[in-house]
């Protein structure tokens, strides 16, 4: 069994920063591509940014230059640095990963809880 837990949501005013934290946990042999995901209210669930296990990393382009996504291999964690929010930004933002959890078993999708980051004008 393996999950991932977001933290680091909240509210914060047009301009500002926020920075999510993704950790996961359980029976881990190696974790592939890790990526975040929002879903704002009324709004289908869109992906916002990926990196590879290599640290390669891709955007949307409405995040591009705002946004960075990192991860911590040695702690199984990755991060979204929000910089320059707008109201836009308001959604909840899901954790994503391929997860392995032996050598014989094939990736698993894992998703976690969501975290709400709202965005005031």
């Not at 990192?70 to 964690?77: A, G, I, P, Q």
């Not at 109201?87 to 997860?99: H, L, R, S």
């Not at 698993?108 to 975290?115: A, H, K, M, S």
């Amino acid at each position: 069994q393996v999950q991932l837990v977001e933290s680091g949501g909240g509210l914060v005013q047009a301009g500002g920063s926020l920075r999510l934290s993704c950790a996961a946990s359980g029976r881990i042999f190696s974790i592939n591509d890790m990526a975040w995901y929002r879903q704002a209210p009324g709004k289908q669930r869109e992906l916002v940014a990926t990196i590879t296990s290599g640290g390669n990393s891709n955007y949307i382009d409405s995040v591009k230059g705002r946004f960075t996504i990192s991860r911590d291999n040695t702690k199984n964690t990755v991060y979204l640095q929000m910089n320059s929010l707008k109201p836009e930004d308001t959604a909840v933002y899901y954790c994503n990963a391929g997860i392995r959890m032996s050598m014989s078993l094939r990736y698993l999708e894992v998703w976690g809880q969501g975290t709400l980051v709202t965005c005031s004008s």
